[in-house]
């Protein structure tokens, strides 16, 4: 994969839409295209959080761990970016994700991800909205469990 089709591939992102293409090659050439088979995880919970995934290609299910076991808690597909929550709170990282089928992302190290949010306010924008849709949904789902 060449460095002006990874840039392509960014610019199809919607948080990645309204940056200069030249940082774009920047972020592509300081980010790593990794791939994962069904059932391969890109982290577990409680890992340290040192890099964010933008999913270009297949899907994440995020899991927490339970008294029970495992809850799937969401399923993220293409233009998803997982793994954020960690590098934001500096914690370590509060779900598993596991590629559902074969999955292409782009690992963006926590030092650069942290550096793309200081000089993008529109992409910390982004990612801040995409947090709270989350979060509106993960409310949204407590309360359906409680009313039953």
């Not at 088979?37 to 927490?64: K, M, N, P, S």
């Not at 233009?79 to 994700?97: C, F, H, K, W, Y």
């Amino acid at each position: 994969m060449t460095l002006e089709t990874e840039v392509q591939s960014l610019r199809q992102v919607p948080m990645f839409r309204e940056v200069d293409p030249a940082r774009l090659k920047l972020l592509a050439f300081t980010s790593e295209r990794v791939h994962f088979a069904a059932g391969q995880r890109f982290f577990d919970q409680g890992d340290a959080a040192d890099a964010a995934y933008l999913l270009l290609e297949g899907e994440a299910a995020v899991t927490l761990d339970g008294p029970q076991g495992a809850i799937q808690v969401a399923v993220l597909g293409d233009n998803a970016l997982v793994g954020e929550m960690g590098i934001l709170a500096d914690q370590p990282r509060s779900a598993t994700v596991t590629a559902v089928g074969p999955t292409t992302a782009l690992r963006i190290d926590r030092r650069v991800f942290l550096e793309l949010l200081s000089q993008f306010p529109q992409i910390a924008i982004a990612v801040m909205r995409e947090l709270a849709h989350r979060l509106e949904l993960t409310n949204q789902q407590l309360a359906q469990t409680r009313a039953r």
